[in-house]
Each structure stands twice: as structure tokens, then as C-alpha cells.
């Protein structure tokens, strides 16, 4: 930790953020009695506290964000540059990293043309189902505007993306929500539906032809899906899953939107979490990893068909995309974003992605046969999960308040920060989640294990 922060005196920066800060995710009363944690320096996979306490952070800044690693002084510095020649002016102008970057992401995401920026995943979520509510008023008379969403998918924190959010205990008391919002089942095979049933892949697939048929496939406009589901406990798809989704889309004309905002800028080992299943999507949305955090900056991407019906009628003035979004004009997002890109290729991140994620899945595979705690290890790259359970045989989740000991633990005995599916949905909140920065290495994902088995060791003995 840098030696000028040890010497501060930052307890005043503590009593103010005590007096007047409020915190995501946190229940305050605590504060009533303890400091809270104030992050105030990060180098790599690590970060410092205002006690100079040092952690390991498994979480990417908690909320898999910090793809490239924290402290990246080209990024400040291309960040920095930007703002002195230009800042900001609103999108309907372009700007120099705006276009290059726009340019370089095209070029990843083979079939995509148009790039449409904001400043956060639910906004960019937002910007589509706008896209599509659009189009079914100018093409479709206003029938064909419903969005369908799946269960324990998250896209969002807005009434709007709450509205498509698979996660109750997420979406508890902030409704009523937006009309023409429709879920579709999971497809977390551990947690079957329907039993043990051959093909689970292709039944939940056809689960949603299902809803489809039963709203009726001219009132349906567009499904909306994450690759690998994030918050709802780190689902990775069945096979055969994805192909029998595009053909039931192409099927009834219905638009594929891919929620990336987790997996997108290398998490999973490819750019795109999509791009490991052969999909063909018409819009693509995407936010935390694309800057690392270094800038606010999120993308709505779509297929030059989807953009080209926002060209058809130059004489309606209602017929091109009116949205705006005022921090999609800030320069330093792009700026930082292709900052990132560049770190990404240069230093064969998504390579290590691909071989720390199986090893990842490794050491969580050999805490699984070491613990029967653990029912079930999956992910993909460096997004992987440990689902907890009372009893392997029947499948019980553990109570809320073991997983969460446990995540406790590995940050009070090693400084270690891991994640666990929080306040998403009831009596399952019950899934470790790690999701390390794609620079990680092997002693790194070491630390991780070690820590975990300890905790689990210790809360498993009272």
C-alpha cells in the first residue's frame, strides 16, 4: 500500500462517509457500531482499506467489474488526455474515441454494426426494450411488443429492467412494474423443473416456445437473455440449449437481446459470452467490463437490420430512435474503453482467461469432493460458482446465513473477497460466486481456494 495513504489521517473521510453517505446493498444499522470499509487504493487483484488492511479481491470490485486489474496508468492517462481535448458533448455529435472505439467493437462481434452508447447496464438494457417497443408501434400496429425474460436473470436495477428481472426477492417491493414484461423458465439443470428428463437443454428451450404460443407469438417482440446467468447463481446453459433458442426466435420473429454486461470484454474467454454458443443475436448490451471501471460507459449494440428500421421514414418525425442518454456523450468511457481493449489483446488476457478459469473449476471441483457443502461447481472462464446445500442427495440450499458466514470468513482470517448471490431470490441466496480479474494466476486462484476451504472448514464446525 502506497506509504503517503498510511500516513494520512483519514478518519475524518470515515465520520463523513458514517454521516452522509448511503451504500448499495447495505443495511446501515450496523454502521450505528462499526466503521465502514473504505477502499482507498488497489494494485492488480488487490486492494487496501482505510486500515491498510490488504484483500484479495475475487469479486472484480465486487461487482465483476475491474476486468484488466486495478491501478492501469495508461488507462488514467488515455482517460486523462481525452478530458483535456475534449470532455463531452452529447451523442447526437460524435467524438474521436466514440467512432474508433465503436470501430474496434464491431470488429469482435461478427453480424453486430451499430453501437449506441450510455452509461450503465440497465440503461443500455433499456435503450432496447425501447428499440423494440418502437419498432412494434412502426411496424406492427403496437401488437408485437411484449418482452419475454427468464427466471433468475437479472438486467438491471431501473423499474423498467426490474420489470425483466428473474430475481423476486430483487424486484420485492419496488412495483408495480411495466406492462408487457413475461418470464420464462430457468434452465439451471441442477435445479430441474421438470425432473430428470432427457435433453434438459432442449426442454427448457422449448419451455419458452411454450409462453411463446400461450401469449401468443404476434404479441411477442423480443427475448431477452444472458449467456451465462450472473446474480441468480452463476447458470451456465445446458447443451443443446442456445441452438433450439435461435430457432424458436427466427421461428416467430422474435429479436434475441443478449445481456452481457456481466460476461462481455473477455470474462467468460471469449469477447462475448455468446460468441461460445454460435448465436445469432440482434442486440447486444454491455457495460462493466468494457472500461474496467475506469469510466462509466455502457453499449447497446445491434445488427444493421435492426437499425436500418429506424431509417425507413425520413418524412415521420417519429420514426427514428428519439432516446438520449446525457452521459453517453462523456468521452472518457470510450476513451478508457479502447484503453482496455488494447490491454485485453496485448496481453493474451482472454488465453488466460480460458486456462485460469478450468483451473479455477479445478480447485473448486477438489473443495466439492473435500466438502459435501458444495452440491454442485460450474461457470465459464473466470466466472464460476458453488451452489451450497444441506444434503447432496436432496438437493436442500443452505440458510442464507451460511453462505454468508462464509463469505465472511474468508474476508476476516485471509482478506479475501468473494461473492454470494445476495437478496435475489428466497431460499436460494445460497451460490459462491468468484470472478476474479482476468490477470489472475494460479498462486491468486491458490489464495482463493485455501481461503474458502478454511471458511468452510470453520463454519461447518460452528
Not at 427514428?320 to 468521452?331: L, N
Request: a negative charge; charged letters at 25%; proline letters at 4%.
Amino acid at each position: 500500500m502506497n506509504e503517503q495513504i498510511n500516513q494520512n489521517d483519514i478518519s475524518h473521510v470515515v465520520e463523513a462517509d458514517k454521516a452522509h453517505v448511503w451504500h448499495h446493498l447495505v443495511q446501515h444499522a450496523k454502521f450505528d457500531t462499526v466503521d465502514p470499509n473504505i477502499i482507498v487504493e488497489g494494485k492488480g487483484m488487490r486492494v487496501w482499506n482505510q486500515a491498510g488492511r490488504e484483500f484479495v479481491d475475487a469479486v472484480s470490485g465486487g461487482v465483476w467489474t475491474v476486468n484488466v486489474g486495478y491501478g492501469r496508468e495508461s488507462i488514467a492517462n488515455a482517460v486523462r488526455d481525452q478530458l483535456m481535448k475534449m470532455n463531452y458533448f452529447a451523442g447526437s455529435a460524435g467524438s474521436i474515441p466514440g467512432a474508433l472505439f465503436a470501430e474496434k467493437l464491431i470488429e469482435k462481434m461478427p453480424g453486430m454494426s451499430r453501437v449506441y452508447y450510455s452509461n450503465s447496464g440497465s440503461e443500455a438494457n433499456e435503450k432496447c426494450f425501447k428499440i423494440v417497443r418502437q419498432i412494434a408501434h412502426n411496424k406492427y400496429g403496437g401488437k408485437k411488443h411484449k418482452i419475454l425474460y427468464r427466471e433468475r436473470d437479472y438486467h438491471g436495477t431501473t423499474i423498467a429492467t426490474l420489470s425483466a428481472g428473474g430475481q423476486d426477492e430483487r424486484k420485492g417491493q419496488y412495483g408495480p412494474f411495466t406492462p408487457g414484461f413475461v418470464e420464462v423458465p430457468h434452465c439451471l439443470e441442477y435445479r430441474s423443473q421438470w425432473g430428470e428428463v432427457d435433453d434438459y437443454g432442449i426442454r427448457a428451450a422449448n419451455a419458452i416456445e411454450e409462453v411463446i404460443l400461450r401469449e401468443g407469438p404476434d404479441t411477442v417482440g423480443a427475448l431477452c437473455l444472458e449467456p451465462v446467468t450472473a446474480g441468480g447463481g452463476v447458470i451456465t446453459p445446458p447443451e443443446g440449449y442456445w441452438e433450439r433458442v435461435q430457432e424458436i426466435c427466427k421461428k416467430y420473429d422474435i429479436l434475441l437481446h443478449i445481456d452481457e454486461v456481466v460476461c462481455g470484454m473477455g470474462r467468460t474467454g471469449t469477447w462475448f459470452g455468446y460468441q461460445h454458443y454460435g448465436i445469432e443475436p440482434d442486440m447486444v448490451t454491455m457495460a462493466k467490463g468494457v472500461a474496467s471501471g475506469y469510466a462509466a460507459i455502457s453499449c447497446t449494440v445491434t445488427t444493421e437490420a435492426v437499425f436500418q428500421m429506424f431509417k425507413a421514414d425520413p418524412s415521420d418525425p417519429m420514426s427514428y430512435f428519439r432516446d438520449i442518454s446525457t452521459f453517453g456523450g462523456c468521452t472518457a468511457g470510450p476513451a478508457a474503453a479502447l484503453e482496455n481493449m488494447r490491454i485485453l489483446e496485448d496481453e493474451n488476457l482472454l488465453e488466460n482467461t480460458t486456462s485460469m478459469g478450468d483451473y479455477l473449476i479445478e480447485k473448486l471441483e477438489e473443495l466439492k469432493a473435500k466438502h459435501p457443502i458444495i452440491g454442485d461447481v460450474r461457470g465459464k472462464g473466470l466466472f464460476c460458482g458453488a451452489e451450497l446445500v444441506k444434503d447432496r442427495d436432496t438437493r436442500e440450499p443452505v440458510e442464507e446465513s451460511v453462505s454468508q458466514a462464509i463469505v465472511g470468513a474468508c474476508m476476516a482470517n485471509d482478506g479475501v473477497i468473494i461473492g454470494v448471490t445476495n437478496r435475489s431470490l428466497k431460499g436460494f441466496n445460497n451460490t459462491l460466486c468468484l470472478s476474479p480479474a482476468l490477470i489472475c494466476t494460479k498462486s491468486d486462484l491458490d489464495q482463493i481456494a485455501e481461503s474458502i476451504d478454511t471458511a468452510i472448514t470453520q463454519v461447518a464446525a460452528g
